[in-house]
């Protein structure tokens, strides 16, 4: 069984940001009106953030990016909380989201410790023929709702490293009879990124890039020590 | 260091136990995360019923980045980057990503229009293509049968391919010699600087696959810079992409994205970079660490000379041994002489290396410096013998295109095309080729303008002070714009003339920044979406219908046909290129010093009046002819920076600011941004908006940025609102404090402050340009971006 | 049918309320009716157009609402702590006040249940909690640890209503018809019978115990919805006895604020003997103080460890964002009632009103101080964002409506049935009791034959 895995170079990411919007306009995710994006409402499921940029950092040192999508972490805490499962681990590791589901109570967005899940406070919009570019891939299944479908308002969503490509890689597999190869299933962020810093694949495949970069020296993880296991895995600048 | 008495069996035990507790700690999250019941059996995507994928190049920046649209039912959905364009291979910024909701952009123009009410009054009423052709066409006529063509004036912006030539070939059968490119905004300083020293008037490339150091001069390489994706691509590869890891170091007052992902950031006093490239030639001097052959052989002017009057010139070696000592010009750039020193030993040590000359960044300092930096910062690249070599600086190759047809005879056009310059390039500004910005203050100042035409041009908007444009246009009375959106310029034109987007027209694209040529193809991804023209055809149909010579000049029959013919030789058919969306020849091949086509190609070929003879000048031999002509009185009204010998040599110049130092303590630094950039459609994207100001946490407008202890002098607090004010005006937005960025100095993100274009990008932040100095650098006319102090107080 | 009711002097005087029916109050119902319309009004609009109404963000993800909730729950322990604990320890001043605090308990649980639905983005799917729920998440224990409470203290409120039901029942006679047709049903025959008394407080002994549980588990469940998160500030083992030693101490206070109005208004001095709020007090001297030994525990330890991610959330509360109503609750909560309560409230119920109100304030902003910093400065993202948190008009409007609605069930309760016990109270008269009366016998007390 996959344990598919993202692994995420900062020596070569530029903070370009295009993983971000990549990510909206594969996956849906509504622009919010700028009064609510001073709230800090804005839906990006990968967000590019500076650190150290402000007053108070140490000024000799170079300022430094942080791209994060969800950690798809193997011992999530967001999935422990949910009291519908509305989100929860599946058998390749990907952290599901099912929209069709949720309650809207947020126990998963405080308990996350990576901030990456994202609520719709409001119904999401798009202005005057701007939602003629909406993906219409959606995943689904008993009733259920996941990938890049439109989410209803009241409900958490967050990164699904692109859940629908793997199933239409699989469909594709499937209908020439074989199995998944590798490459085949890239999520839009990697494929987009500008700084070639992305790089996807199965972690149980001891020959895939990811397996092979998450034993680099540089390789670690957000937050390693709260213990999450996150299968998004970073490697150090320089 | 590991405990020498843990013996083995001990570390066994310990591992069994460290391995039990895993297995109990791993069962453990199972139980928490788990349920009985999985809640999805069954899964099956639902998708579109009918896809396609169409190639096509991103024009929302000058990468222009190879694009595959993805068509779901009639629907543009998603854009991905085409590997098989050698400047992306399948990556893609926040901008490219975000073409569909240019698009879709419920602000775009839906057709033609003609202005019913007052200028700039936002009264328009529809009207068909066939009567906008036919008047286009009657105003040209006309001014042609009064025998001033010339006073038809065409303005564009970034335009690369045929288009570019299109336009200048539409002008001059016309008669008119005033197609004027907005690059005295952008990349003129640049080139002049490679032309003056090299002779070629063109950006270069850079081999960057193959550099071992790359010196960066205010070129905001990975966020803007001349061509963002390829300096990411090239960067990003020679510091994780081979064996031995490359090193960036970049110069700039404001650190910024470029400056944080260099190896190094150097703070430096703006408009100080020729001193600071000439220490470094001056390190390299004085340690012998140059390329001799290079700098013997291939080149002019390194040893002082005499000419052919027998007058002693002075040589650059001398020049610079003498006059930038790096203690000295610790002095000057604020940068410790020990840095300068040491980093012009790690460039010089470690080759090949390069210094980049930027695309606009430094240069437009409104002297004529700027030139004479960018002339400094490649002399570095000539010392240490890095031109056309690999990991060095490349010449950029074009696509084999046939030359344009010759013009018909055509005697009214002809006298009009030997009219003088609107934009004074090459009269007014001695040096210049383009004077966007000064076309405003030469139709002001009487130079007559009948007709003028914007293509891909805001000038209101995007140039400094650009008011004035306002006032010039009351003084034509026509005025056409071509723009896709109703902007700051087209409010004031008599003709709005939608062309549709980069994603529903037909257009080439060189690909500029590999060295090799290549060229790529737009076309429509889908059916145009309103009642739109490619102004291509509409020129077209315009030539046809005003007959004569004109008609005969333009041929073809629409645009894509014009395509089709141009495209023939550049080494593939037309289904091809249609079907991958882009062609290259790649492998830069490159010339051996001396051979002929070095001198044929490679340095001097561009030169006007200087020989030919395949050297690089260290001392511009261009320059000092085309000054030449110059009285002593002339020369001096142009108020030189330097005199004698230096004047032609790269030097330094000290910046003539507008504003005292005293009154206005800050350099107004107007930067560009990886998701605005400065086109002004892009700030009607919302989602760029909303990551517009990512770099500090901010969204949706404008902010200045400041260094937190000059900000603690004077009092002010982050975040709080401010007044930034040039002896020019004043705008109010909020201040930002940032760590990096030199004490002297204040940025301003560009591309917000709109008075038009759409509801996202109107009355969203400020503009820097309303409070710069609206003047135009008196050697070249380059817009001066870069000259104006201003002061900021609480508001 | 042969009914007995123990003698209570008191029992005009506790009647009269009751006998007196709606009269005058109409114009405090009105009110509190319409603020709780009010609210409902907003939250209808909420529901409509998403929680985007609310000032709640990210990382703000939870707000005045899930303060609310906490005080509500908080609250509620008033009751069964005066009845369930101290009935089990054998306090005996708590008899007068038992109904009293338990009807606090009764109806300010329904509100914090309302306070989950409030808050949740899709109440429409509340019953997903059922269909799908999961026992892992700690919502759910919340879910069924206050379901569960709701119910029993219902339960416990109810059979202890049963006899003073009877006794209106049988004393009440020219209320109107629908009011005596409810005595009748609600009294399920009750006779005053031995057994029965015997019976009653056996159950109610037994009830008791098991009260006490779900109390402690309840409120420190509710805390664990916190406290199992890894977020700083929250993750710590303490969370869920200071969420209950708060929430006793809020409770408490509360019943000193409803019995000085009920005693005051209902003219009950007699029945609430000022002894009663002397014994209070010192309850809520330990209060005080086990909260200020609760706080230190919590503060210093975290200050000690330093670890990055807790001192962001410590500072925030100690000098940052929320450093006014971090202060202001441990002055209002700590300095100022423990001051009211040594050198002031004794022998006066005023002083001891202010210092309830006093707390209760306080404890609602530490509920607060508790739950939003740490969402300003989440784990990770502390670095990156920075959350603020201002309420919207929406969310005070319903946070009044809660108040209200409860303060509304509260005043209709106290016209319809005695607030304070009227059998229970029986033994405080000097009177022997009546022959067939059972002997009262506390749970665990040993009989004296042993
Ligand atoms: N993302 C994106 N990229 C683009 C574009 C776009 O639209 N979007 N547009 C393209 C176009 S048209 C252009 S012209 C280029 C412009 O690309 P750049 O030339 O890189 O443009 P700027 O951001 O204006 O300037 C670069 C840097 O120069 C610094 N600087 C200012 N003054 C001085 C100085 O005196 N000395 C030194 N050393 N540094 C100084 C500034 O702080 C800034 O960081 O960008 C191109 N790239
Ligand atoms: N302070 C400051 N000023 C700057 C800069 C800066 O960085 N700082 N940058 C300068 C530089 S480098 C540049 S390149 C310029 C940018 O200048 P330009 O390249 O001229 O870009 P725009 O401002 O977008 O103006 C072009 C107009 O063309 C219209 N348009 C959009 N798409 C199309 C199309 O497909 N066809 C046609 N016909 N029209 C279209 C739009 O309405 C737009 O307003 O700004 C310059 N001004
Ligand atoms: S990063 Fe957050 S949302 Fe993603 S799996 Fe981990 S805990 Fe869940
Ligand atoms: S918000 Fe939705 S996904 Fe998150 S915990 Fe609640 S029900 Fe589960
Ligand atoms: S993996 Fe897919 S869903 Fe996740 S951040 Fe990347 S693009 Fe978005
Ligand atoms: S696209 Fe790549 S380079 Fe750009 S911000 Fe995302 S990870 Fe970094
Ligand atoms: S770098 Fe420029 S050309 Fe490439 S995708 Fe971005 S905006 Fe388009
Ligand atoms: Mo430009």
């Known amino acids: ?238 | 260091m590991m405990n020498e008495t843990l013996s083995r069996r001990k570390f066994l035990r310990l591992s069994a136990g460290v391995m039990g507790s895993a297995a109990v700690m791993s069962t453990a999250p199972r139980l928490l995360n788990r349920l009985a019941s999985d809640p999805q059996s069954a899964v099956w995507l639902e998708t579109s019923t009918n896809e396609r994928i169409v190639p096509t190049v991103c024009s929302m920046c000058p990468s222009g980045c190879g694009m595959l649209a993805r068509i779901a039912d009639g629907n543009l959905v998603k854009m991905e980057g085409s590997p098989m364009h050698p400047i992306n291979v399948g990556a893609l910024c926040p901008k490219g990503q975000a073409a569909p909701e240019l698009l879709y952009n419920p602000d775009r123009l839906t057709g033609p229009m003609r202005r019913t009410g007052e200028r700039g009054a936002g009264q328009w009423e529809p009207i068909s293509w066939d009567e906008a052709i036919q008047t286009v066409a009657d105003k040209l006529n006309e001014l042609r049968q009064a025998g001033h063509p010339e006073r038809a004036a065409l303005l564009y912006g970034e335009t690369r391919g045929q288009m570019r030539g299109f336009l200048k070939r539409f002008m001059e059968a016309v008669g008119s010699p005033n197609a004027v490119s907005h690059d005295s905004l952008n990349i003129e300083a640049a080139k002049l600087g490679i032309y003056l020293t090299q002779g070629i008037y063109d950006l270069p490339a850079y081999d960057l696959e193959n550099s071992n150091y790359v010196l960066s001069f205010g070129a905001s390489l990975l966020e803007a810079g001349r061509t963002p994706q390829r300096t990411v691509s090239g960067l990003s590869y020679m510091h994780r992409g081979r064996a031995n890891r490359g090193k960036v170091v970049t110069f700039d007052p404001r650190e910024g994205v470029s400056g944080a992902k260099s190896d190094e950031w150097i703070s430096i006093k703006p408009g100080t970079d020729a001193a600071l490239a000439l220490a470094m030639c001056n390190v390299i001097i004085k340690t012998g660490r140059f390329d001799s052959d290079f700098v013997h052989n291939y080149a002019f002017g390194f040893q002082d000379f005499k000419d052919d009057d027998g007058k002693d010139h002075k040589g650059f070696k001398n020049f610079v041994l003498e006059n930038f000592d790096p203690r000295r010009v610790e002095q000057i750039t604020g940068v410790p002489a020990t840095t300068i020193s040491r980093i012009a030993g790690e460039f010089a040590g470690n080759r090949p290396s390069v210094a980049i000359v930027p695309a606009k960044g430094g240069l437009l300092n409104g002297g004529f410096g700027g030139v004479a930096t960018a002339m400094a910062v490649h002399c570095l690249n000539a010392l240490v013998g890095s031109l056309e070599t690999p990991g060095g600086v490349q010449i950029q190759r074009y696509p084999d295109c046939p030359d344009w047809p010759e013009l018909p005879a055509d005697s009214a056009a002809e006298a009009g095309r030997e009219a003088e310059r609107i934009d004074g390039a090459g009269t007014v500004f001695p040096v210049g080729r383009y004077a966007y910005q000064a076309v405003a203050d030469r139709a002001l100042d009487g130079y007559p303008v009948e007709a003028m035409f914007l293509y891909d041009a805001n000038p209101v908007y995007e140039t400094p002070g650009g008011q004035k444009f306002i006032q010039a246009f009351e003084k034509i009375p026509f005025i056409v714009s071509f723009a896709t959106f109703m902007d700051e310029s087209a409010e004031y034109a008599d003709l709005a003339l939608p062309e549709p987007t980069f994603l529903e027209r037909w257009q080439d694209d060189y690909i500029e920044g590999l060295g090799y040529p290549g060229v790529a193809l737009r076309q429509p991804v889908l059916e145009p979406l309103h009642d739109t023209m490619n102004t291509g055809d509409f020129l077209l149909q315009v030539a046809q219908k005003m007959g004569g010579p004109v008609a005969q000049a333009m041929p073809w029959d629409s645009f894509e046909a014009l395509l089709k013919d141009r495209l023939q030789n550049v080494g593939t058919d037309w289904e091809t290129l249609t079907e991958l969306g882009v062609w290259i020849t790649p492998g830069y091949r490159f010339a051996r010093r001396g051979s002929e086509k070095w001198i044929n190609e490679v340095v001097g070929a561009d030169r006007r009046r200087a020989p030919r003879d395949g050297r690089f000048d260290f001392f511009s031999r261009e320059l000092s002819c085309i000054l030449g002509d110059l009285s002593d009185d002339e020369l001096a009204a142009l108020n030189p920076g330097a005199s004698g010998d230096a004047l032609y040599l790269p030097h330094q110049e000290d910046v003539i600011y507008e504003g005292g130092e005293k009154e206005f303590p800050f350099v107004l630094n107007v930067v560009t941004l990886m998701s605005l950039g400065p086109h002004s459609y892009n700030a009607n994207l919302p989602t760029l908006q909303e990551i517009s100001g990512m770099v500090v946490g901010e969204r949706w407008g404008s902010w200045v940025e400041m260094n937190p202890e000059t900000a603690a002098e004077l009092g002010l607090q982050n975040k709080q609102q401010v007044w930034v004010e040039s002896p020019f005006g004043k705008v109010q937005t909020k201040l930002r404090l940032v760590k990096n960025i030199h004490r002297d100095v204040v940025a301003l993100p560009h591309n917000q402050g709109h008075k038009a274009i759409g509801r996202w990008a109107k009355d969203r932040g400020v503009n820097g340009l309303e409070i710069m100095n609206p003047a135009s650098e008196l050697f070249t006319g380059l817009a001066s971006f870069t000259n104006t102090r201003v002061k900021v107080y609480a508001a | 049918m042969a009914t007995w009711h123990p003698k209570n002097e008191h029992e005009q005087i506790i009647l009269a309320p009751v006998k007196q029916g709606v009269g005058r109050d109409r114009i405090l119902w009105i009110v509190l009716a319409s603020i709780l319309l009010a609210g409902i009004a907003a939250w209808a609009r909420q529901f409509v157009l998403g929680l985007g109404v609310t000032g709640m963000n990210r990382p703000v993800y939870w707000g005045v609402y899930i303060t609310n909730f906490v005080f509500f729950i908080g609250l509620a322990h008033s009751g069964t702590f005066i009845s369930a604990i101290l009935r089990v320890t054998g306090a005996d001043f708590r008899k007068p006040l038992t109904r009293a605090a338990e009807a606090i308990t009764l109806f300010s649980l329904p509100f914090g249940v309302a306070c989950i639905v409030i808050d949740m983005g899709r109440p429409d799917r509340v019953l997903n909690m059922i269909r799908y729920g999961r026992f892992q998440s700690p919502l759910l224990w919340d879910f069924t640890a206050v379901s569960l409470y709701l119910l029993s203290s219902i339960v416990f409120f109810y059979l202890s209503l049963i006899p003073d039901i009877a006794l209106c029942r049988d004393r009440l006679t020219d209320v109107p018809p629908w009011k005596h047709r409810m005595y009748e049903i609600l009294a399920l025959g009750w006779t005053g019978d031995s057994h029965q008394y015997h019976r009653l407080e056996r159950v109610l002994d037994a009830m008791a115990i098991l009260m006490t549980m779900i109390v402690i588990t309840v409120h420190t469940v509710v805390s664990w919805v916190f406290g199992m998160t890894i977020q700083p500030g929250w993750h710590t083992a303490l969370i869920g006895p200071f969420f209950l030693l708060g929430a006793i101490f809020s409770g408490t206070a509360a019943v000193v604020i409803v019995l000085a109005i009920l005693r005051k208004l209902y003219h009950l001095e007699d029945a609430l003997p000022i002894g009663l709020f002397n014994s209070l007090r010192k309850l809520l001297i330990t209060f005080t103080l086990g909260w200020l030994y609760m706080m230190i525990a919590e503060f210093l330890t975290t200050y000690y460890g330093s670890l990055p991610e807790e001192m962001e959330v410590f500072w925030q509360k100690f000098t940052g964002d929320f450093y006014l109503i971090f202060w202001g609750m441990t002055i209002l909560v700590f300095f100022i009632p423990l001051f009211i309560f040594i050198f002031r409230a004794k022998d006066s119920i005023p002083w001891m009103v202010t210092a309830g109100v006093l707390i209760n304030i306080g404890m609602w902003m530490e509920r607060y101080v508790v739950i939003i910093p740490t969402e300003t400065r989440p784990r990770l993202l502390y670095e990156l964002v920075q959350g603020s948190y201002r309420p919207t008009w929406t969310e005070w409007l319903i946070t009044a409506a809660l108040f209200s609605g409860m303060g509304l069930l509260y005043a209709i309760f106290t016209r319809l049935f005695p607030i304070i016990p009227l059998w229970e109270t029986v033994d405080s008269l000097e009177h022997e009791p009546e022959p067939e009366r059972p002997e009262p016998r506390r749970f665990g007390e040993r009989t004296a034959q042993v």
């Not at chain 1, 409402?41 to 150290?52: D, G, S, Y």
């Not at chain 1, 003629?132 to 959606?138: G, I, M, S, Y």
């Not at chain 1, 970069?213 to 970073?234: D, V």
Request: proline share 6%.
């Open chain 1, 1 to 238: 069984m996959a344990r598919w895995s993202m692994v995420i170079d900062l020596d070569k990411c530029v903070a370009c940001q295009g993983c971000s919007i990549a990510c909206r306009f594969e996956n849906n995710t509504p622009i919010v009106s700028p009064e609510e994006a001073e709230l800090g409402r804005e839906m990006l499921w990968n967000e590019v953030f500076p650190l150290r940029a402000e007053e108070g950092d140490i000024a000799s040192e170079q300022s430094r990016f942080l791209t994060r999508p969800c950690m798809h972490c193997e011992n999530p805490p967001c999935v422990k909380v949910c009291p519908v499962q509305a989100t929860f681990i599946g058998d390749e590791g990907i952290v599901h989201q099912n929209y069709a589901r949720c309650i809207g109570c947020r126990f998963c967005t405080v308990a996350c410790p990576y901030g990456v899940r994202y609520f719709n406070w409001y119904a999401p919009s798009w202005e005057e023929g701007l939602e003629q570019h909406l993906n219409p891939d959606r995943v689904m299944g008993n009733g259920d709702l996941e990938g890049p479908a439109i989410r209803p308002r009241g409900v958490v969503e967050k990164c699904t490293y692109c859940i629908h490509r793997l199933h239409k890689a699989r469909a594709r597999a499937e209908a020439e009879g074989r199995e998944i190869r590798s490459g085949e299933y890239v999520p839009a962020c990697v494929q987009t990124c500008t700084g070639k810093a992305r790089f996807f694949g199965d972690l149980e495949d001891p020959n895939s890039i990811v397996s092979q970069l998450s034993q680099e020296r540089r390789a670690f993880r957000l937050l390693e020590e709260a213990g999450t296991r996150p299968k998004t895995i970073y490697l150090e600048e320089g």
